[in-house]
Each structure stands twice: as C-alpha cells, then as structure tokens.
C-alpha cells in the first residue's frame, strides 16, 4: 500500500498570504496525485487532477506541481472561503490511499 | 447535474450486516466506473472500493477486503455496497463518488454520504 504523507498537519494563515501543502509518497507514483478540498459539513470537492491539471470551476489560484514522490499544492492569494481541510489521494496502485489531511484556518 | 444520494445507513451491531445503496441521476452511469469511500467521525478519507462500469474491474481497501462486496445495476442506475461481518471500526460516513473515466481512475463527483454506526 502507497502511503501519502501531508506537510504540515495545520496551518493559520492570513487572506492574501500564500499556501503551500507537501504530499510524499511512500513510493514513485508518477502523476497520478490528485488534491480535493473538503470544507466542514460538505462532501470532498476536486481541485487539481494529475498532479497539475486544472479542474474546470475551480478558481486559478489553486495550482498543483511535482511528479515521483513529492508534490505540492499552491494556494495563491488565500481568501476566506478557502478555509477547509485539503487531501491528496493517489490513484497510481490499487488499494488507491489518501494523505492524513491538511486544515487551513484563516487568521 | 450530477446526483449521487447514498442510503441505507444505520446503527448496526457488531458482526451483524448492512447493504447501502447509491442512487445516481443526471449522467449516463454505465459510462462510469464508481465508488464507495469512508470517512470516520472527525478523521480523514478512506476509500473502500471501486468498480468498472461493466464490473470487470474491482477493488477493495485491506480494511474491507472479504467482508464487503460492491456491485452496481446498470439498468437501475444504482450502486451497492453489501458489508458483512462489521466492526467498530467501520463507524463512518459512507459517500458515493462517481469515476472520470469507464475504468477506475479518479472521482470527480460525491454524494452527501450515508452514516453508518456499528455499536452494540
């Protein structure tokens, strides 16, 4: 099983400031590293798609990179409504996994 | 528009069985593989398994393997997941989630999921 390890666990951040989550792999996964967003109450919503493809509704200050093992999504200019806890998932070996999660706290 | 409405969650006993059902609506489902993941109260994702459209290709979680089942009925636009032999551990809020693709890939669409409480 691919194990998906998420930096840091928790983050404060204040609007407009720059996110940055890490997503390890336990194994090479190629690009198949998928991220959603997951606020309170609601159902698992995705953002980024393979790593780094854009999910069409979704604004352009989410952004994804990496390949392998280490990944990263990039939230540009936070705003308020992007508080919300962030997962990757791998779909790159069955059984597919997720990473622990990553909540955004707005300061 | 999408729909995916999941049901047939409850308070169950240990070891005893629950079958949930996924409804889906709004695209054509036997173009889709699709999906059954977890989430515990308070705690992250998991998922359960998944299943191609024509049910070629199916997959389990280590957790769940050989206690459950998924299947799907194309003619009725429904997705099944029989869990047997449940534990304490499977208290969760079960979602439905809808593949990208006929085989299985990733999920794009979620239902609001249906809770399930093992306990005696």
């Known amino acids: 099983e691919i194990v998906l390890t998420q930096s840091p666990d928790f983050q404060s951040v204040t609007p407009k400031e720059k996110v940055t989550i890490t997503c390890r792999a336990s194994?090479?996964?190629?690009?198949?590293l998928h991220w959603y967003q997951q606020k309170p109450d609601q159902s698992p919503k995705l953002l980024i798609k393979?790593?780094?493809q854009s999910i069409s509704g979704v604004p352009s200050r989410f952004s994804g990179s990496g390949s392998g093992t280490d990944f990263t999504l990039t939230i540009n200019s936070l705003e308020a409504e992007d508080a919300a806890t962030y997962y990757c998932?791998?779909?790159?070996?069955?059984?597919?996994?997720f990473g622990q999660g990553t909540k955004v706290e707005i300061k | 528009e999408v729909q995916l409405v999941e049901s047939g969650g409850g308070l169950v006993q240990p070891g005893r069985s629950l079958r949930l059902s996924c409804a889906a609506s709004g695209f054509t489902f036997d173009d889709y593989a699709m999906h059954w993941v977890r989430q515990a109260p308070g705690k992250g994702l998991e998922w359960v398994s998944g299943i191609s459209w024509n049910s070629g290709s199916i997959g389990y979680a280590d957790s769940v393997k050989g206690r459950f089942t998924i299947s799907r009925d194309n003619a009725k636009n429904s997705l099944y997941l029989q869990m047997n032999s449940l534990r304490a551990e499977d208290t969760a809020l079960y979602y439905c989630?809808?593949?990208?693709?006929?085989?299985?890939?990733?999920?794009?669409?979620w239902g609001q999921g249906t809770l399930v409480t093992v306990s005696s």
């Open positions: 393979y790593a780094s």
């Open positions: 989630a809808k593949d990208t693709t006929a085989w299985l890939r990733l999920f794009d669409y």
């Open positions: 998932h791998q779909s790159s070996s069955l059984p597919w996994t």
């Open positions: 194994q090479s996964i190629g690009s198949s």
